[in-house]
């Protein structure tokens, strides 16, 4: 009897939690193998880098030292600030003064014999006392990580004046316990390089790079630097090994870098120049960015050119057109009899990518270590720029330029701000490759414009989603990109690329609320956007396959609805022979999907099956970088199969065909 109730328990269980039995909402799907509709872009999905929350330094920069040549002031372009700790910018911040055993010095920020035009700042330490030791430790950002066993290159310029005793450099743990050291040699009242490795002896998290001398007079100190020998592909001046792979496993066509409205800069006088960003390091000139912070443009453009080699992907690099960003008003304009620089640096650009090393700038690149050519494509003139007067009488100079001396590589321009695009004419008008929108929109704006693409002009420039993002991390947030994306995937012949925005925050220094990455010193998590990006990238097929959804009575070709609950993108991929269903449910209900597939003539039984799905505020975070991440699993498949699609969830489904 007891056994009896048991069971009856189970089975109303099994009845309550089952969805086919009480009723999921269900659709019917047909996916027409033998009906290719578009090729889909095999550049479609790719990579939005921009120097924003400390993305460079601080984060994708393998550098360990925060303010290495002593640069550091306020900044005081308030309205582009996002950063509170702008303002209070010194040349000595992540610095500290080191006097032990009875020591005594002063430090001071001097310009009077600097290291070179670019780099006029360093540190003069006069010595008191000298007693065991004086000097100055770096903190790095937040403290400076370090694994035991690793080694580290140290490299700084150094002067004595009134003496020619060492400098001790050590890595030592916050209350100066020795992990390691190297000692400078045959100083002199002249800048010397002076180089070595350390390998540390422990772990810490929170260690600290100091710098000491003995004996009398002063020591001068510039461009101090300890670099992991551990960096991306082993590359010198390289990157973070966890975050550029995080990058790579995105699977980008292309990369999009430096940013952003960073680009344009705060005004003319910081517009990211990039050659300022190329050469031997310490002969970089620095620069401030518009979200308020320094950039020691140790990754500059020869460092984004490698790691598009790195990763696979097409460098896509953006130049401002001589208008600073129309957010900081009254933005800045170059007179038209001065605009022939910044026209330069464009044609100079492709020539430093793609010039023989015996041209002027492919002789810069060759020196760096690439005498091969990056073989750059596209160029993007202008961020999004606001429509101005002087925005659109300078971009056709540039148009006009390029095309000369340079016919091949495609133009990219800008739509302007937001999904209005008030540009795009204008770029119809200069018949550029494609154009560039962006827009941050809420996630129902998603939802309901995912057609947005559908009745596109299939005339004129291609679209470049080059910024988009529904403004937070949730999963709902992914999911509803995810709607974006297989409306995109249904137009690639027109949507030619697209990447969301921004990449990387470090979560200690942001300037922005929803982003793909998130990272600290040592770990890194991934959002639900994240995943869903990398999905689509993993599975995005060659051709787009004819499909049709019926809810009830209502019958939607290709899933063109605003109504839909389900979104589909079918395609079909030609290497592998495999047909890839994208199904998004961003509903709270089980959705039971019947698929039919038509015009093959065999189909797998199995069909493999990635699934991402949570609750809809699901997010990741430090403590739980994995709560919504995909699963890989099976499920039958044949010509016609059933597929639940779980409330909340992204279902790829690939399946084996033979037509
Ligand atoms: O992605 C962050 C910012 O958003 C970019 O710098 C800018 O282009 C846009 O306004």
């Known amino acids: 009897m007891k056994f009896y109730a048991q069971w009856k328990v189970i089975l109303i269980l099994v009845l309550l939690l089952n ?141 004595r004046w009134e003496g020619n005793e060492p400098v001790t450099v050590a890595l030592e743990s916050e209350d100066g316990k020795v992990y390691g050291s190297m000692t400078t040699q045959n100083l002199s009242s002249d800048w010397k390089h002076c180089q070595g490795v350390i390998k540390a002896s422990q772990s810490d998290d929170n260690a600290r790079l100091t710098l000491t001398t003995t004996g009398k007079g002063k020591l001068y100190l510039d461009m101090v630097s300890l670099f992991p020998q551990k960096t991306f592909k082993d590359r010198k001046n390289g990157l973070r090994p966890d975050l550029a792979q995080s990058l790579a496993d995105l699977n980008p066509s292309f990369l999009r870098f430096p940013g952003g409205c960073i680009t344009h800069g705060c005004s003319l006088q910081n517009a990211y120049r990039w050659k300022d960003t190329v050469g031997d390091v310490a002969q970089r000139r620095p620069n401030w960015n518009r979200w308020g912070y320094h950039q020691s443009y140790g990754l500059g453009f020869y460092e984004y050119f490698l790691l598009c080699e790195d990763i696979g992907a097409a460098p896509l690099p953006v130049l401002p057109v001589g208008v600073s960003c129309g957010y900081n008003k009254p933005y800045q304009y170059v007179p038209i009899d001065e605009l022939q620089e910044w026209i ?62 340079y016919p091949k590589i495609k133009i990219i321009g800008t739509s302007g701000l937001s999904e209005h695009k008030p540009l795009y004419p204008l770029m119809r008008e200069l018949e550029v490759y494609s154009s560039d929108e962006h827009y941050y929109n809420a996630p129902e704006w998603y939802l309901e414009n995912h057609t947005r693409f559908d009745g596109f002009q299939r005339k004129g420039p291609k679209i470049f989603v080059g910024e988009y993002a529904s403004r ?100 079909l991929d030609e290497e592998a022979n495999e047909l890839i269903l994208k ?36 997010r990741n975070s430090m403590e739980t970088p994995e709560q919504i991440s995909p699963q890989v699993t099976t499920q039958a498949a044949g010509r016609q199969f059933e597929c639940l699609l779980p409330p909340m969830s992204l279902k790829i489904l690939r399946v084996g065909i033979n037509q």
């Open 344 to 405: 330069d640096d464009a044609l100079d650009l492709i020539e430093f990518a793609n010039g023989s090393p015996d041209s002027t700038w492919g002789k810069v690149r060759a020196e760096m270590g690439h005498p091969a050519p990056f073989e750059l494509e596209y160029l993007c003139l202008g961020n999004e720029e606001h429509d101005t007067p002087e925005v659109r009488e300078r971009i056709p100079y540039f148009v006009k330029a390029i095309r000369k001396a």
């Open 583 to 618: 199904l998004v449910n961003p509903s709270e209900q089980d959705v039971r999907a019947r698929v039919q597939l038509e015009g093959v003539r065999k189909v797998a039984s199995q069909a493999r099956v990635i699934v991402l799905s949570g609750d809809k505020r699901g």
């Open 472 to 571: 937070d991390n949730t999963l709902f947030n992914a999911l509803a990109e995810a709607t974006y994306l297989a409306g995109m995937e249904r137009n690639a012949d027109i949507v030619d690329m697209a990447c969301y925005a921004p990449l990387l925050a470090h979560v200690n220094y942001r300037q922005w609320g929803a982003n793909l990455i998130f990272f600290d010193k040592r770990k890194v998590f991934k959002t639900p956007n994240y995943y869903v990006q990398q999905l689509f990238s993993q599975n995005r097929g060659d051709v787009y396959l004819k499909n049709v959804i019926k809810h009830g009575a209502e019958k939607l070709e290709n899933s063109q609805s605003s109504m839909s609950r389900v979104f589909l993108s079918s395609t």
């Open 19 to 159: 969805p086919y039995l009480w009723g999921a909402h269900q659709v019917n799907i047909n996916v027409y193998a033998d009906q290719p509709t578009i090729k889909i872009s095999p550049k479609l999905y790719g990579l939005f880098y921009e120097d924003i929350n400390f993305s460079a330094d601080g984060g994708l920069y393998a550098e360990l030292i925060q303010n290495r040549s002593f640069e550091y002031f306020a900044l005081d372009c308030r309205e582009a600030l996002s950063d509170r700790r702008s303002l209070e910018y010194h040349p000595l911040v992540a610095w500290e003064k080191v006097e032990r055993g009875g020591g005594r010095c002063h430090l001071k920020v001097e310009r009077t014999v600097p290291l070179n035009r670019n780099n006029q700042n360093y540190l003069a330490i006069y010595i008191g006392e000298s007693g065991s030791g004086v000097g100055v430790r770096n903190s790095g950002y937040d403290g400076i990580a370090i694994d035991r066993g690793a080694s580290y290159d140290v490299s700084l310029y150094a002067a």
